[in-house]
């Protein structure tokens, strides 16, 4: 039992208020073993109303269990061209990847401080690396030579990631180190 901070953004939050539901720093019940998904399903927000979530600051999938205090961020499809780069938001296209097509081609991008590495010559002009697989985002940085401890935040098909996830064809990583700013 808890509470969590919920805060819906852009078009979203314009829904949410004409249904009179709180979208504002709202203080919102938690119960044990809630996720995500519950609190917006209890919130009439369904999957289609959103492109990203994101939990105390990092995008998570929608089956991320929730704790006391935890601050909760709903982004609808739609929100501005540099915001999504940014953020990590690409839609997925729903193209099924084969599995047995060998090699894969990977789409990385490496932001602020990492963009150098970008220039290894593995990479072609599209920003995309190619491997055997089976692979994961950490055979990507190692290729190219990205040291690990610069790395804070992974991002695999707009989706927060580990170093370890695994890597199928037309996969798109970000990757970003820390970052300060206000």
Sequence with gaps: MGNVLFNAFSFLQKKLKAQDIPCVNAVLDLKDGQRVKDILDGLGITPQDIEGVFVNGKIAPLDT???????IAALPPGTPGP??????????PDKKSDKKKDPIKI???????LAPYANHGDMDSDGCLSFKAPATIRDAIQ???????????????????????SLKDRDRVGIFPPIGGG
């Design 143 to 165: 290729r190219l030579g990205v040291p690990e401890q610069e790395i804070k935040l992974v991002f695999l098909n707009g989706v927060g990631a580990s170093l370890d996830s």
């Design 107 to 113: 789409e990385i991008r490496l932001f602020a401080s």
């Design 65 to 71: 269990p929730l704790h006391d205090g935890d601050r």
């Design 83 to 92: 915001y999504r780069l940014l953020l990590g938001l690409v839609s997925s």
